[in-house]
């Protein structure tokens, strides 16, 4: 399959496009992890916003939005959030593709880590990130919980 991957520039102006790709992404997690992800948060205009203050790297599939990842410096590294694919794209290495621009957009800027989150509840998308060289760091919980609910996972590159 031909997969074109590009950072976002001023002439994109799919932002509905991508929300709805987040969303359908995201959509099985619902069922299955607490509190409710943060994407539900978003709207198109915080989604545009938070686009122009991170990097944004989206992937198409001829004329069609299949994929996308969120990148944010943080401290001492890089910050991956939101990688998501388009359900029945999954599984073809369109995730893999977008983590190494993720990596090398660190690499350009002098980073040598990537971190991200999963759910505790998501071992399938911990299992895959350990595929991919990241490690298990630790956990965080959020507020009003009294277990962890999320795994930090960091990948030296």
């Not at 002439?11 to 929300?19: D, G, I, K, M, P």
């Not at 990148?71 to 890089?78: A, H, T």
């Not at 971190?115 to 959020?142: A, P, S, W």
């Not at 009294?146 to 590159?157: A, D």
Request: glycine share 6%; proline share 3%; charged share 20%.
């Amino acid at each position: 399959m031909n997969v074109t991957i590009s950072e976002i520039d001023s002439s994109f102006n799919n932002w509905q496009e991508l929300l709805t790709l987040l969303h359908e992404a995201f959509e099985y997690q619902n069922a299955r992890i607490n509190p409710p992800s943060s994407l539900h948060r978003l709207d198109v205009d915080s989604i545009s916003e938070k686009a122009h203050e991170e990097k944004l790297y989206i992937a198409w599939h001829k004329t069609q939005l299949i994929g996308c990842v969120f990148i944010r410096e943080q401290q001492d590294l890089m910050y991956v959030g939101k990688l998501a694919i388009k359900p029945g794209y999954q599984g073809l290495g369109i995730g893999k593709q977008l983590m190494a621009y993720a990596e090398n957009y660190a690499k350009n800027c002098g980073f040598s880590e990537l971190e991200l989150q999963v759910r505790i509840e998501l071992i399938e998308n911990q299992q895959t990130f350990k595929r991919m060289g990241f490690v298990e760091i630790g956990h965080t919980t959020h507020v009003g919980f009294l277990e962890p609910t999320s795994v930090t996972m960091r990948k030296t590159i």
